[in-house]
């Protein structure tokens, strides 16, 4: 198993074609190109992410909603790939996303679970954590 929480994830790069870096004026043409830094609890690196988010469509409650994507590369090797449907209103509020997980490469490849993050600071910082397991 693994599992790695209280990670702190910290911007690296962003792209987007909405100029609102904020999000708080999101369209259904947005898309995002991000890249985080990973670190555990203690400070020490633990990976990096790569990843894109794309708004789909927005919902009767007005709240868009978006898709996310991403690899995530840890320092041991592991290649995780996730992906999944998020709120992004309710992202962008502070709430807790979160996304299926596969590991496809390295010590867990095969392995499924999930990865969960919330903001601290939209689009700059997140606490997450990333579960996988064998079945």
Known sequence: MLWLADL???LLA??????????????????AR???????????????TQGVGRMLRKGPDGHFIAYYSEEITLTDGTVIRTGGLVDDARLTAGEQATIPAVGVA??????????Q?????????????????RR
């Open 117 to 133: 993050f919330k903001p601290v600071e939209t689009h700059k910082s997140y606490l997450s954590q990333i579960v996988l397991y």
């Open 34 to 48: 991000v890249s985080y830094e990973l670190r555990d609890a203690e400070g020490n690196v633990v990976g990096t």
């Open 14 to 31: 962003y792209e987007s074609t909405n100029d609102d870096f904020e999000g708080k004026n999101p369209t259904l043409d947005d898309f």
């Open 8 to 10: 702190n994830e910290n």
């Open 106 to 115: 390295g010590p867990f490849k095969g392995a499924i679970g999930y990865r």
